[in-house]
């Protein structure tokens, strides 16, 4: 196990602009860091500089403290798990998962070990003799993961490696990668696209956009309290109402209604609120025109025009409004969230 630290870490490569931009990020021992951004905002290749495969145009990487930038991957002792698990096809399970060791020389004795231990706490001690082909996607899954854990290494990369699971697949192996990160404790730097992933599996989440770092938070600060537009509004499902409104004297009007911005500079802004607090409320003084409604049984997504704005309230399940109608919403005002026309937050 070891911490990780990224100092001011740039790439670029021949053409096209920074891949990574001053990325500064340290990552503690045994910490989950959960990494997540758009495509092509630099994430892969942030793991690849820290396994060594990708050298940096300048900053330093630190494994445990110590500096190894420059150095090759082998010494590292850093193991990444891909999308495509890349298995051996003609290799049976036991020698997919020891063929790292193998490699090493590891003794037999040792090797049985390190194998079997790591078969039991994925699960697959009965699956050793099969072939891949033999194998669901979710159990090529652990052997990929398997491969990984017998290496014993000190930070776990992992890129994306659930998305080739079906849905109900993904949530099974998200809990067992979750238990698997509280028996192990190793340090993990873990690539998703998924919010429900990112929300539930990291210690801190760090958020990527064009190769800068916009903020790294705990989950749910993150989700309470972003940064800025981009980072408010990549987090969440459904996402952020950003409603277009000018602060004047301690309050923000807009075509919905006011709300007050007690200590919030006066200007033009954009009041962020999430769906779960623009609430129906016949005695609200928010009001929108609705659209349509989604009736999920857990809930009801209510979807709403004010002034030209789309809006989405998430409500009870048995919330019954009319189509067409006006509806009015209550606003809770410590749930608002203020940012400049720049897109970054503003504070009262
Ligand atoms: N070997 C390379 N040569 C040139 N450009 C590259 C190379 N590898 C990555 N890039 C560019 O660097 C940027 C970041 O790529 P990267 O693969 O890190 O993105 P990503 O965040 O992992 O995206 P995705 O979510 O699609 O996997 C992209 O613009 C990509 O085109
Ligand atoms: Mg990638």
Known sequence: MASVAFERVCKSF??????????????????????V?????????????LAGLTEPTSGTVRIGGRDVTGEPPGGRNI?????????????????????????RKTPRTEMDRLVQNAADVLGISELLHRKPRELSGGQKQRVALGRAIVRQPRVFL??????????????TMRNELAALHRRLSTTVIYVTHDQSEAMTLGDRIAVLDHGVVQ???PPLQLYRDPANMFVAGFMGSPGINLIPGKVE???CRTAGGVVPSVGIPD?????????????????????????FMETLGNEVILHVSIGGTAL?????????VGSGDMVSFSLNPLRCIFFGTDGMRMYP
């Not at 951004?37 to 500089?49: A, D």
């Not at 992992?158 to 949530?171: C, H, I, K, W």
Request: glycine fraction near 12%.
């Open 158 to 171: 992992f890129d994306e490696p659930l998305s080739n699971l079906d849905a109900g697949l993904r949530v």
């Open 312 to 320: 989405v309230s998430r409500c009870e399940p048995d919330t019954v």
């Open 267 to 291: 200007g033009d802004c954009f009041l962020g609120v999430r769906p779960e607090h623009l609430t129906p409320d016949p005695s609200g003084d928010f009001k929108g025109r609705l659209e």
């Open 37 to 49: 951004g758009p495509s092509g905002c630099g994430k892969s290749t942030l793991l690849r500089i």
């Open 14 to 35: 021949d053409d096209g602009p920074p891949a990574l931009s001053n990325v500064s990020l340290e990552v503690g021992d045994g910490e989950f860091l959960v990494l």
């Open 249 to 251: 004297n301690g309050v």
């Open 215 to 217: 903020q790294t938070a």
């Open 79 to 103: 193991a990444m798990v891909f999308q495509n698990y890349a298995l051996y096809p003609h290799m049976s399970v036991y020698d997919n998962l020891s063929f790292g060791l193998r490699m």
